[in-house]
C-alpha cells in the first residue's frame, strides 16, 4: 500500500534557529512531491513541487530535498520565525496518477517560541 | 485577488440531518476538489470534479453527494447517512497541468452532535 510518513509528529524549536522535517514515502512510481504549509484553522498553501529527478528546490527560507534511491525527502527551515508555527505537509504523486491520487502525510506541527 | 472561497468556516448541526457546504472559485480552474482532515491524519479525497457537469468519488465518497453545475461553484452535501460527520473540510482547485499546485480555501469546520 502507497504510504507517506512524516516524522517528527510535532515539534517545538526557539525563535531563529534551524530545523528539517523528515517523509519517507513508499510510493512507487511516482512523478512528483510536494510539501505544503498549514497554519491552524486555514488550508494549506503550497510551499514546493519537486518532480522525481529534482534533488532540492527552494522557496525563500524553506528548502526541501529528495532523495528517490532512499525514497526520503526533507523540508528545511532557516532562521526560523513565529510565523513559521504551522502544520508541513508532504504529498506524493503517484506517476500518471493525477490529482486525484495524492497521497498525503498526516503533517508535522511546528511551535516556533520567542 | 482570485482564490477559494469556501462558507460558513464553522457549522453546527444536530445528527440525522443534512448540511451543505460551500465552495466557490475565481481562479478559472477546471477541477475542483473535496478533501475531508481529521486529526493524526492525511487528507482524504471525498469527491472530485474535472469539468462542469461531471464528477466521480474519490476514496470516502460513502455519505457525501456533490455538484457541478458551473464551473465555480463545487458545494458539498453531507448527508444522515456519513457515520462519522464531524470534520474539517477543505475545498481546492487546480489547471489541469502536471505538477501544477493545489489551491485550498480555508475550509469549513463541522460539527454534529
Known amino acids: 500500500k502507497n504510504q507517506v510518513e512524516q516524522s517528527p509528529q510535532s515539534l517545538i524549536i526557539l525563535e531563529g534557529k534551524n530545523c528539517t522535517l523528515q517523509c519517507n514515502y513508499t510510493v512507487s512510481p511516482f512523478s512528483n512531491l510536494r510539501w505544503y504549509k498549514q497554519d491552524t484553522g486555514r488550508g494549506p498553501v503550497s510551499l514546493t513541487i519537486m518532480t522525481f529527478s529534482e534533488n532540492t528546490k527552494s522557496n525563500g527560507r524553506y528548502t526541501a530535498t529528495l532523495d528517490a534511491d532512499t525514497k526520503q525527502s526533507s523540508l528545511h527551515i532557516t532562521a526560523s520565525q513565529l510565523s513559521d508555527s504551522a502544520s508541513y505537509i508532504c504529498?506524493?504523486?503517484?506517476?500518471?496518477?493525477?490529482?486525484?491520487?495524492?497521497?498525503f502525510g498526516a503533517g508535522t506541527r511546528l511551535a516556533v517560541h520567542p | 485577488d482570485g482564490g477559494i472561497t469556501q462558507s460558513p468556516k464553522y457549522l453546527f448541526r444536530k445528527e440525522g440531518q443534512n448540511v451543505t457546504l460551500s465552495c466557490e472559485q475565481n481562479?478559472?480552474?477546471?477541477?475542483m476538489y473535496w478533501y475531508r482532515q481529521d486529526p493524526g491524519q492525511g487528507l482524504r479525497l471525498i469527491y472530485y470534479s474535472q469539468i462542469v457537469n461531471d464528477f466521480q468519488k474519490g476514496d470516502i465518497a460513502e455519505g457525501y453527494s456533490v455538484s457541478r453545475e458551473k464551473k465555480e461553484s463545487f458545494p458539498l452535501t453531507v448527508t444522515s447517512a456519513q457515520k462519522n460527520p464531524t470534520a474539517f473540510y477543505l475545498c481546492?482547485?487546480?489547471?489541469?497541468?502536471?505538477?501544477?499546485?493545489?489551491?485550498f480555501g480555508n475550509g469549513t469546520r463541522l460539527t454534529v452532535t
Open positions: 504529498v506524493v504523486s503517484p506517476f500518471s496518477g493525477g490529482y486525484n491520487k495524492l497521497i
Open positions: 481562479l478559472n480552474h477546471d477541477a
Open positions: 481546492a482547485s487546480s489547471i489541469d497541468r502536471e505538477g501544477s499546485p493545489l489551491h
